[in-house]
């Protein structure tokens, strides 16, 4: 089934563990879920694949991120999470983004996978646009969520510190995720 194809993945990449472990003790009921689940592990571990034909890609960034998630304007939940970009021609670059807030959703274990898109205006290439879409996996169920997110590099450098915002929404819930991350090129 569903954690055959997943285990089969695991094989092929050499992604540790650990990161398997959260998409075998989801609920992949559906075959729509399950479906996006791997086109957002796939955007998260292939970004070269999306940039293959493009000149001018110029790197890579992996991020840290910290901050709260308020779920449902219910309160703020601690939330940690990790990112990586590959740049494109211009502006633009494609990632992945890895969430987890403990005690997020209604009191459940919270984790959120999403591909995105990023813009970076020439004449601001500090601001950072970003739009995603992924699945968030608690015990209540899978949900499809969307996400408009906006960054601003405070500083750069062999580190750069990204204060952000996101909105996050879809299945008639929202989510407001505030934090900073500090990113490193490689």
């Not at 840290?64 to 219910?74: E, H, I, P, S, W």
């Not at 959703?105 to 959120?112: C, D, E, I, K």
């Not at 995603?132 to 510190?161: A, Q, S």
């Not at 819930?173 to 505030?178: A, G, I, S, T």
Request: charged share 15%.
């Amino acid at each position: 089934g569903h954690v055959a194809q997943i285990l089969l993945l695991e094989t092929t990449t050499g992604i540790p563990d650990t990161f398997f472990v959260l998409i075998k003790e989801s609920h992949m009921h559906d075959k729509k879920t399950l479906t996006l689940l791997i086109l957002t592990v796939l955007t998260l571990l292939l970004p070269g694949v999306v940039t293959a034909q493009t000149a001018g890609g110029s790197g890579n960034t992996f991020g840290v991120f910290a901050g709260v998630t308020d779920f449902d304007r219910g309160g703020t939940n601690p939330t940690l999470g990790l990112e990586l970009d590959h740049d494109l021609d211009g502006p633009w670059s494609v990632g992945g983004v890895v969430e987890y807030s403990s005690s997020g959703y209604r009191g459940s274990n919270s984790t959120l996978l999403l591909g995105t898109l990023n813009y970076r205006p020439p004449e601001t290439p500090r601001l950072k646009f970003t739009g995603g879409t992924g699945v968030e996996f608690n015990r209540y169920g899978d949900d499809i969520r969307l996400r408009l997110g906006i960054g601003y590099d405070v500083v750069t450098g062999p580190v750069t510190l990204t204060p952000r915002f996101a909105f996050d929404f879809g299945n008639s819930r929202e989510n407001l995720v505030l934090g900073a991350t500090a990113y490193f090129r490689f």
